[in-house]
């Protein structure tokens, strides 16, 4: 009997974290690009990601930050690209969505609703930075919301998919699924959907397993057969949720987007790290990574030669 196939999405560098947190952040056009392919080479399928100024690490949507390392991963790699449309949750729609407007992914992310994203925790772990916007960015999360109402959903449905690029559906609480059964039963978006349901984010739901169970049960309620289950869990739990979504069916996602650590108490030193030890979980299962043509299969995507990479 063949083995399962499970795409590992990698995502290098997010907004969430910032530089201060760990030396192996990837902040430059250069760093983002072979983080982003060396994970590609480790496993990844599916490479998700966001730009950074150069200079300071801020997260930053302008499309001229991401060409660079754009270019550079699509000569050097087959892997999906999916570039963010979350940005970071200080930004409005229109400055998100430039990136995957010009560049027309195969993938984008969409976050499935409004949502507090309270990141002010960390400041509770981390005491030196350095930069002044690090500190003053996380204590902001305290008093912001993560705006992406259903104006802003429909919005970036009829922008981009007349491009041809489909959506990692990032589902951060149950309210979510539900957000995207609407869009799916108008018919602003189509099967199958990939859909990334996202752990242990404050203002989200939590990482216990019976979280994971419950967001399972309420897709396949509402989704059947016409969706791909994908997990990422935050933080210390990545790889225990990654665990347990393999062995229930799921795809995965890891990177130094969603957690830094390379084990207790160790940061992890490249995003291929996380890949390697995600793959080696889910082939100690009988499982096998998909490589990127096959997960463009299992999520009908057009393919990188369709983008404006």
């Known amino acids: 009997m063949a083995k399962r196939k499970v795409i590992i999405s990698c995502a290098v560098t997010g907004a969430i974290h910032t530089p201060s947190m760990s030396p192996y952040l990837p902040i430059t056009a250069e760093d983002i690009a072979e983080s982003a392919i060396g994970a590609a ?22 499309p001229d930050l991401f060409e660079p390392f754009l270019k550079v991963i699509k000569q050097r790699s087959d892997a999906v690209l999916n570039l963010t449309t979350g940005g970071h949750p200080s930004m409005p729609v229109e400055e998100r969505i430039r990136p995957a407007r010009t560049f027309a992914p195969e993938v984008a992310s969409l976050n499935m609703g409004t949502m507090g994203f ?7 772990r981390y005491k030196d930075f350095k930069h002044d916007w690090e500190p003053a960015a996380l204590e902001a999360s305290r008093d912001l919301v993560f705006k992406n109402t259903y104006a802003d959903i429909e919005h970036l449905l009829t922008t981009l998919s007349p491009l041809g690029t489909r959506f990692e559906f990032e589902c951060y609480d149950t309210s979510h ?29 939590g990482s216990h397993p019976d979280d ?6 309420t897709a396949d309620r509402l989704f059947g057969d016409q969706y791909q289950w994908s997990v990422l869990g935050a933080g210390a739990r990545q790889m225990s949720i990654v665990a347990m979504a393999a062995s229930m069916g799921g795809n995965i996602r890891v990177g130094l987007e969603d957690s830094l650590w390379g084990g207790p108490g160790r940061l992890a030193e490249t995003n291929a790290e ?6 080696q979980i889910i082939e100690g299962m009988g499982l096998e990574a998909a490589n990127a043509d096959e997960a463009r299969e299992m999520l009908d995507l057009k393919g990188g030669d369709r983008t404006n990479i």
């Not at 309270?118 to 509770?124: A, K, Q, T, V, Y």
Request: with cysteine; proline share 6%; charged share 20%.
């Open 118 to 124: 309270g990141l002010f925790p960390m400041l509770e």
């Open 274 to 279: 996380q890949v390697r030890t995600a793959r």
């Open 177 to 205: 699924l539900y957000n995207l059964k609407y869009f799916l039963d108008r018919g602003l978006v189509k099967a199958p959907l990939f859909i990334q349901t996202c752990f242990g984010i404050l203002g989200g739901i």
């Open 41 to 62: 080479e480790a496993g990844a399928a599916i490479i998700h990601l966001h730009a950074r100024n150069p200079v300071d690490g801020r997260p930053d949507q302008n």
């Open 212 to 217: 994971i169970m419950h967001m399972k049960r």
